[in-house]
């Protein structure tokens, strides 16, 4: 499996950009479709982006759609998320996840990846 470090995390006033992201381990790491999910307090973990091994396809929660941005750089073995326009309920740790096998959808729930990162805490001040 492939090991994944978050990074990037911080506290943003709303509406101001932050930029995640997330190493992996290994030499195969453009063979995994890659995802980022959140937790908040007291809520289950949530589903925020995905994107193919080949970034080619990429999803969206829809309550990130047209504010966040998932990418893929498979040369530095990483893989980021954009966040712009930040709002007081993206306020959360976010988490890097991967899997070689997931069929990569805005449908996607945390049992869908078997590979996890330790999180990075996004906080928004309003």
């Known amino acids: 499996q492939v090991q994944l470090l978050e990074s990037g995390g911080g506290l943003v006033q709303a509406g101001g950009s932050l930029r995640l992201s997330c190493a992996a381990s290994g030499r195969t790491f453009s063979t995994y479709n890659m995802g980022w999910f959140r937790q908040a307090p007291g809520k289950e973990r949530e589903f925020v982006a995905a994107i193919s091994w080949s970034g080619g396809s990429t999803y969206y929660a829809d309550s990130v759609k047209g504010r966040f941005t998932i990418s893929r750089d498979n040369a530095k073995n990483t893989v980021y998320l954009q966040m712009n326009s930040l709002k007081p309920e993206d306020t959360a740790v976010y988490y890097c996840?991967?899997?070689?096998?997931?069929?990569?959808?805005?449908?996607?729930?945390?049992?869908?990846?078997?590979?996890w990162g330790q999180g990075t805490q996004v906080t928004v001040s309003s």
């Open positions: 996840a991967a899997d070689q096998w997931v069929h990569v959808s805005a449908r996607n729930s945390p049992t869908d990846f078997r590979s």
